[in-house]
């Protein structure tokens, strides 16, 4: 699987827009990238994944660039929940390249008041 | 509700004993993982299993041992070859032929004394 580079920590004033950027330069034709949280002590949460098209969901939105090189999470109003460690994993689906998710250091997001 | 339960939520042991923590999952989900987690660091593979009765090495299985017998089922061994044992573990599930996020469960946090 490709790797990805995040930024170790990134801060957001509740009620603004977070965005959340990754690169994956080495992604290949058949990788999705995937975005998971996790808040303190928990397991992961899956937030969302995409392959080429910029995807949305009730949590998040997944704009990936033209040549799949990076991407950026948004979370369009952030609250103080939403503190948590971001990860951007990027992996081929199905078949044979079973999913192993390779899980980097990701982004410290922090929310203020 | 689907999910995955880990049991128990925290766990002491002395050291030199084995140890197996529990995961059970009633989502019909083909494969399951084992991940460890350090303080401050990011998710590392133990074991994961794409079908019942099969599984594989991740990248730190030394130490460790599984089973599959049942498709609801994948607890963890942890044996005394584990030379720090102490961390968070997390069990985690997943319909690999299909595109799809894992879903995780809320972990065992082993302390070995």
């Known amino acids: 699987d490709a790797k990805t580079t995040q930024p170790p920590s990134m801060d957001c004033a509740e009620g603004r827009a977070a965005n959340l950027p990754c690169n994956h330069s080495?992604?290949?034709?058949?990788?999705?990238v995937y975005w998971y949280r996790q808040i303190h002590s928990q397991g992961p949460q899956y937030i969302i994944h995409g392959l080429k098209n910029n995807e949305t969901n009730e949590m998040a939105s997944l704009i990936i660039t033209e040549d799949r090189k990076s991407s950026t999470l948004i979370l369009p109003h952030a609250t103080l929940r939403d503190t948590a460690v971001y990860y951007c994993?990027?992996?081929?689906?199905?078949?044979?390249?079973?999913?192993?998710?390779?899980f980097g250091q990701g982004t410290i997001l922090t929310v203020h008041p | 509700d689907g999910g995955i339960t880990q049991s128990p939520k925290y766990l002491f042991r002395k050291e030199g004993q084995n140890v197996t923590l529990s995961c059970e999952q009633n989502l019909n989900h083909d494969a399951m993982y084992w991940y460890r987690q350090d303080p401050g660091q990011g998710l590392r593979l133990i074991y994961y299993?794409?079908?019942?009765?099969?599984?594989q090495k991740g990248d730190i299985a030394e130490g460790y041992s599984v089973s599959r017998e049942k498709k609801e089922s994948f607890p963890l061994t942890v044996t005394s070859a584990q030379k720090n044992p102490t961390a968070f573990y997390l069990c985690?599930?997943?319909?690999?032929?299909?595109?799809?996020?894992?879903?995780f469960g809320s972990g065992t946090r082993l302390t070995v004394v």
């Open positions: 080495t992604i290949s034709g058949n990788e999705y």
């Open positions: 985690a599930s997943s319909q690999d032929r299909i595109v799809g996020g894992y879903t």
């Open positions: 299993s794409q079908i019942v009765n099969d599984f």
């Open positions: 994993i990027v992996r081929a689906a199905g078949g044979t390249s079973y999913g192993k998710l390779t």
